[in-house]
């Protein structure tokens, strides 16, 4: 089964169409489905939206956090909730192309994690601002100079993982930023990765979530995973706790 992640947090002009877009492009596959929406308390009802979808449809399964938020902490409460072995993150806004979400899910059958990258060959940051594409730029040259990163764009949002990759560093990773993949990526021990392009797209509505406290946690991983690999036998990302 493919368990689609959507975290979300004011994205009410945008998750009912999402929802529908992601159903049709999977509901004639090979292999079942699910839609998690993890919704962080809304304000502008997003959660109620998709929740009276999910009583039309058992394939929505809807969540609200109330005392906790962030994303990466999101997503991985909707891969502790997930029923399917390939699991898929990707933003509820439109930004991410759904129709690689198929390709993903397929490519998870021999890899263990297939990272969306605007960054590598077929990728394109689109109209991607410029303070944004900037920031994204210095963050992956900052992971390329702490780190070993085995893949171009570390910063993505969009990505499908196994279920063995969740069980593998669930007990090692502390979630807390907005870079999810970048904490899994050093954290996890596989070589089974595959990148494939794609073009980050226009938000029809509302408003980035990027602002200075996405850089701030950011940055706050980078001292974190660092630390850890100095005094708690962190081998360049790679985890000794097996």
Do not use: C
């Amino acid at each position: 089964m493919i368990s689609i992640i959507l975290p979300t947090y004011n994205e009410s002009g945008n998750i009912k169409k999402v929802i529908h877009t992601i159903t049709d492009l999977l509901k004639n596959g090979k292999e079942s489905f699910e839609i998690l929406v993890v919704d962080d308390n809304s304000p502008d009802g997003t959660f109620q939206i998709a929740q009276t979808m999910s009583l039309y449809d058992n394939r929505i399964r809807v969540f609200k956090r109330v005392d906790v938020k962030g994303l990466s902490s999101a997503v991985y409460f909707g891969f502790a909730n997930a029923l399917g072995n390939k699991l898929i993150v990707a933003d509820a806004d439109f930004q991410h192309d759904y129709t690689k979400i198929p390709v993903i899910a397929n490519l998870l059958d021999d890899n263990q994690i297939v990272v969306a990258s605007r960054r590598n060959e077929n990728g394109d940051y689109g109209n991607f601002p410029f303070l944004r594409k900037a920031i994204s730029i210095l963050a992956t040259k900052l992971t390329n100079l702490f780190f070993k990163v085995p893949i171009e764009d570390p910063m993505s949002g969009f990505f499908g993982i196994t279920k063995t990759i969740y069980e593998e560093t669930i007990s090692i990773l502390k979630p807390r930023g907005y870079k999810i993949l970048f904490e899994i990526l050093m954290t996890t021990q596989t070589k089974k990765i595959k990148e494939i392009g794609y073009q980050f797209g226009t938000r029809p509505w509302g408003e980035s979530k990027l602002d200075s406290k996405v850089v701030f946690y950011f940055l706050l991983d980078i001292v974190s995973i660092k630390w850890n690999q100095m005094f708690w036998n962190l081998d360049d990302g790679i985890s000794t706790k097996h």
